[in-house]
């Protein structure tokens, strides 16, 4: 499977690194090289995390990386895994 980043994923992926580049561009740097690695993982258990808790599908999952969400798609049809956001965890009530 391959990986795709849907506009909003990185839309608010550089909303992030922006602010963690304010206390250092070398976090920035690491945090993002950091969180490549953890997102290579994802096409080989692509099951693996858990059912999203914002969306009713069982093809999209929560990807936990240091304290933010990642909501992805896993798109058996075209083999793909679609990243849609990131962000800190927010209560939708």
Do not use: C
């Not at 550089?14 to 993002?32: E, H, M, Q, T, V």
């Not at 808790?53 to 304290?67: A, T, V």
């Amino acid at each position: 499977m391959i990986i795709y980043k849907d506009e909003q994923f990185i839309k608010s992926l550089d909303s992030i690194l922006d602010y963690i580049a304010k206390d250092g561009l070398d976090y920035a740097i690491s945090f993002n090289r950091k969180l490549k690695k953890a997102i290579e993982i994802i096409p080989h258990f692509p099951y693996k995390a858990r059912k999203s808790f914002y969306h009713n599908s069982e093809n999209i999952r929560d990807f936990i990386f240091k304290g933010y969400t990642i909501p992805y798609l896993i798109d058996n049809q075209n083999n793909k895994i679609v990243l849609l956001d990131i962000f800190k965890w927010i209560d939708r009530k």
